[in-house]
């Protein structure tokens, strides 16, 4: 405390002095200031006194001429203007009046040029004809000039015939001025004489007869109140003196005036008050000027001292304070505990310790200039407190905080306590932070937590899977539990059989196709899933889709138009398995939650992309369905959210197919979007980068001459995708709108010599369809045009009169350049006539007279199997396990067996041990023998595995007959063993 | 009846035709009479057009010119051989154009010639005295008219001398007012006022000027008068925008107090002042003070002529009119209580302005008749204006702009074949 006042003392005295000498300035600067304007309003007096005299003088001596002039008038009798101008000139030469007059009482007037006139003489006409007194006053002349008329009543008298009683001469303003003029003030004062009322007789200054009414003028050019022109106007009404100071515009001035002592006149006189007291001023200036030198010196000189003084205390302070840094910096570097002290006012680091480098990375220098570098280190920012915050901390308070910070060069990240205490040193308010270091304490904290959290979490999760299954389970079970007590109760009536059989079908698959969403979503979510990712092509993939789906939409009288737009790269990698599962799942819930007789579109639009090797293509599913609320919209890609509603109830799901589809677009990379409202329908957006294979044959098309093509279609869109679909092979596309138009184009182009290389016709359009325009065009133009039908629908119906009108082949819809390539190809090689392709179907009787070899551990699987084998007239051979599969294999004799269906779950040794010993035997059918897995695991990746070991197929349980054809089917090249199909080449 | 077809259409053709060649040639003989837009409107000029056509019977036809355009339409129509019978024009300032001497009838001989004043026939003279045409005008007396209202209230009265007027100038500055609305911006006549004290005073003067012995450098009185305007403007007598202020600017100034005084003629408060915070009764005149004069000077009225197309076809009848319009009963009946000083010595029946009446005395002593503008060869008041606004830019000094209204002057008298 008292360093602190002793420290203050210094300023405090400055202060005093300074306060003291400005009091002091003040003072003497009011009292010399009186003191001049008192002393100059005694000098203008004086100076005016005498002026006032001299003028008294002058007007005395006019009066005093003018009364003998009179006398000797009186004397001279009647008067000639001969006489007169021989009298008066010389006077006028000699006292430098303007002009003289004879006076009549009527106010006529005579001068010596013997020019007749009238003057009034205001304010003193009375005076000179009534009271017969000397008088004084201002008059006009006819041109507009103002003079100064000193009369005296004379005797009276006739001067050329006029009568006169006064005689008068006058003066110009000019000439008085000199009368009244004062050298002193440097020229810059103006004298007036005014009357009572302020109008002005004349003035000295240059050009003053301007000034009609000085008190006027004073009202509009001077600080005056009215008040003070009232004071003004009533001294002079009574005929005192005064002096006052006032600005005229914009000029400091006095104003003297003094009565003349005649009649009511006034003298006044104007003087800036910097030309009376500029003497004065200056002595005070000058005398200001040295006090504050003084002051300053003095001032100076205190200042320096205190601060050499100070400087001087402030090293020692220095120096004691860096002795005991350095001491707290050795104690501290090996402390893994950093200290911080904090100005309180000014926020700034007074000391920060230097084990802030080793333990957060941070410059202490830095750290010192400003704290917020601190801020760097922080995870998650909230490592600054606040100065408001720190402020608030009362004194010998303190706060903690726990910040984890991330060491600067390391990138080690450690968490801290930070203490704050705010306490006073040597008086000066100070915050002390103290950061300890608490990782290991947090870590173990953190770790507690995190197997709590976990524990919790999978407590939860367990109960909501259980809950969720428990219900989506029992609900088909409970139906196929029913059924099948209630088929043994009612085995001899085959319509209930067969109804309950149905109905036991129909909730296994579902609860089938749960448990497979189940897995799916298990996998999915525990990171197990990866991508198969491989070359495939866009068209099959569409092409595969609409096969699936069109007849699901058919059934329900439902429109599915799948759209392409732009032109998307036919060939691209990828996952093609997952990304047909997105699609399937989007295109089926659409099928599913829209109402008959609605409208699916499948739109694919390829979307800009930066990157050259990527596309960037956008799936939309659009339907007119139910559509979903706002709230279910947020819920929508949550494993078993389903919407509940009348419609949604009567519709079997799992409530885990948008999950998974959310889940496999993510493991993509990509985003799915989805618009939606209740009634109006939906529309769910996939958006997914793919990578781009290498470009293919250029030069196809122009190698094989196709270069000019025509199109009609009725829908211009379609025209112009399939012109930008062509345009990176060279094939100038021509299009038309209508048959009839089409048929012209041909013919004309014919009729020239060029015909085009293939002509594409839409199937259905107004006027001329597609067949009847491929027939015109055929009877004009001859074969040799391969004409194509592109369509939506399925052309088995027309396709025997399509091909009698002279078309060569059919093309789906969408148009892809590559299925058109495929399509035409044949056409140009002439290899093959006619491409049109039947759609292969699982042929009835594909099992008859084949024998299987079975490998399944399970007997129950085993039995059904066989029995379903059986029942479409086909033999099977079991073995218990892959060991005895491989050993009945390597037994058996060539052709014995069609195929061998392997579980690959066995005991001894599984299904691709199996397979890989069966390839690998001596059997001379080892390495061609069909072998399909049979298993419960179906997920990709054991399709792959499968495929890896040598199998050749992959069919998932439980055992779906048709799929067992199909896949028999396809493996064995259609028709049974007796139709003469070598059942020993693989596919 | 069949051959007698072609004949009565022929006759029935010239019938119709008759009285459109008759209008055609009517109009084709009627005495033309040109004049600006606004002139023509004068209601004296209507009354004296309509007492011509009434008492003669005679149709006169007139020829109308937006005012904007009225010198450059007029000067085409002459160059073109369309020229009018009678040619209003102001004054006889600025007629280099019009090829005086080709195309106009000296009429010093008329009978009515002694009727005018002398005032007004100044106007109408060129700078040998040959009359150039009829003064049928209102007439005014230029001067300095300032606003007696406003200067009563600041105690203050019109000054009689240049030093007095420069005073006053000074103070009313110092009040922050503008003492003299200044349209620099297009109106030129104010030089005159200057310049007349000169000439009119020292007609010797004026002969050395026109004669080519001396120039305006010469003459201490220009360079006195261009460096009291220059003054003047630096002292902000003229106010801060004095160089945008136009014809339309002065009444708005006067009336609104914005401006004090201006150096303008009576009747302009008659026809284009609008009252506003002053009315014409605030207003009164004093002498113009530009530093040429010390008691000051007043110009006497700047009036319209009518000018004779010596080439007219219809030489005499154009006579005629100005006769009729010359004859007291004629141009009394027109100029009945109008505000004018009169043009002819036998007119009666106009009225005179209070403002003039009332300095009728200093009217007297100190008016001059107008010389510069009538009687310098050469003199264009517009040029004039141009090269002073110059100089009050300070785009160049007092002797280059002097040095400059020379050579303009100069230029012109030699287009005029008058070097």
Known sequence: MKKRTGRLLAPILICFAAVVSIVIGTVYYTVISRRIYEDSTAHLEEIYNQVNRTFGAFVERNWGLLTNWGQYFELTGELDRETLEEYILPKQDYWGFSDFYFLSPDGKTVNIAGQEGTMTLPGAWERLMEQRLPSMAGHRLPEGQEVTVFAVPVAPGTYEGFSYEAIAMSFTNADLAESVNVDAFGGASTCFVVDGEGGVLFSTRTGGSIFANYLTYLGAASDLTQRELNDIRADWSNKRSGVIQCRITGVDSFILYMPVGYQNYILLSVVPVEAVSAGFLSVQSATMLVFIALFLLIGTAVVFLVVIRGRRKSQEDKRELQYRDMMFDALSTSLDDIFLMLDIDSHCVDYISPNVERLLGIDPEEARKNIRVMERCAIDGDVYIPKEELMAIPLHGSILKECEYMHQRTGERRWYRMAVYHTGIQDIEKDIIVMSDRTQEKQMTGSLQEALDAAESANQAKSNFLSNMSHDIRTPMNAIVGFSVLLEKDAEKPEKVREYTRKITASSHHLLSLINDVLDMSKIESGKTSLNVDRFSLPELLEELNIILMPQARAKGQTFTIHVTGAPPEELIGDKLRLNQILLNLLSNAIKYTPEGGSIDFTVAELPQSAPQFAKLRFSVKDNGIGMSEEYQENVFLPFSREINSVTNKIQGTGLGMAITKSLVDLMGGIITVESAPGKGSTFTVELSLTLPERSDSDLWYRHKVTRMLVADDEEDICLDIREVMRDTGVEVSWVTEGASAVESAVRAHEKGLDFSVILLDWKMPGLNGVETARLIRESIGADVPILVLTSYDWSDIEAEAREAGINAFMPKPFFASTFWQTIRPLFEKAVPDAVAAQAEPEAGVLEGRRFLVAEDNELNAEILTEMLHMEGAECDVAVNGKEAVEMFAGSLPGQYDMILMDVQMPVMNGYEATRAIRAGSHPEAESIPIVAMTANTFAEDVKRALDSGMNGHLGKPINMDAVKAMIGRLLGGGNREKGDDRHENP | ?419
């Open chain 2, 1 to 419: 009846m069949k051959t007698h077809k072609p004949l009565l259409a022929l006759t029935l053709a010239l019938l119709l035709l008759l009285p459109l060649a008759a209008c055609r040639r009517e109009q084709a003989d009627s005495l033309t009479l040109m004049g600006k837009e606004s002139d023509l409107d004068k209601s004296y000029i209507q009354k004296i057009l309509r007492l011509y056509e009434d008492s003669t019977g005679r149709e006169l036809r007139l020829i109308s010119i937006e005012d904007a355009e009225y010198e450059t339409r007029a000067a085409e129509l002459f160059e073109k051989g369309q020229a009018p019978d009678i040619f209003l024009h102001f004054n006889n300032a600025d007629l280099n154009r019009f090829s005086v001497e080709d195309n106009f009838l000296r009429l010093n001989d008329q009978p009515w010639v002694d009727g005018l004043t002398d005032g007004a026939r100044a106007y109408c003279q060129d700078a040998a005295g040959n009359l150039l045409g009829l003064p049928f005008w209102e007439n005014s007396v230029s001067g300095c008219y300032y606003n007696k209202t406003l200067l009563d209230n600041l105690g203050l009265r019109p000054a009689t001398t240049q030093e007095e007027f420069d005073q006053l100038c000074q103070v009313l500055t110092q009040l922050d007012l503008t003492p003299i609305c200044w349209p620099a911006d297009g109106c030129s006549w104010m030089f005159q006022f200057g310049l007349d004290p000169l000439f009119a005073d020292d007609p010797a003067l004026l002969d050395a000027l026109n004669s080519g012995a001396a120039d305006y450098a010469q003459i201490p009185g220009v360079t006195d008068m261009v460096r009291w305007i220059r003054d003047a403007a630096e002292s902000g007598w003229f106010g801060g925008s004095y160089l945008r202020t136009g014809w339309s600017d002065i009444g708005p100034a006067l009336a609104s107090g914005g401006a004090v005084m201006t150096f303008i003629w009576d009747s302009w408060f008659y026809t284009d002042f609008r009252p506003d915070v002053y009315s014409v009764d605030d207003f009164a005149l004093m002498p113009v003070f530009m530093n040429t004069q010390e008691s000051g000077t007043y110009e006497g009225g700047n009036l319209n002529m009518m000018m004779v197309n010596k080439n007219s076809a219809r030489l005499e009848e154009a006579l005629d009119f100005l006769a009729f319009c010359a004859d007291p009963e004629n141009y009394n009946a027109a100029f009945a209580g109008i505000s004018t000083v009169p043009c002819f010595k036998e007119q009666t029946t106009s009225i005179q302005s209070p403002m003039v009446l009332e300095a009728s005395a200093s009217v007297q002593a100190h008016e001059r008749v107008s010389t510069a503008a009538s009687r310098i060869v050469g003199y264009s008041a517009d040029d004039m204006a141009v090269i002073v606004n110059r100089l009050l830019r300070g785009e160049i000094g007092l002797e280059e702009c002097v040095a400059q209204m020379d050579a303009s002057r100069r230029a012109d008298a030699v287009a005029q074949g008058k070097s």
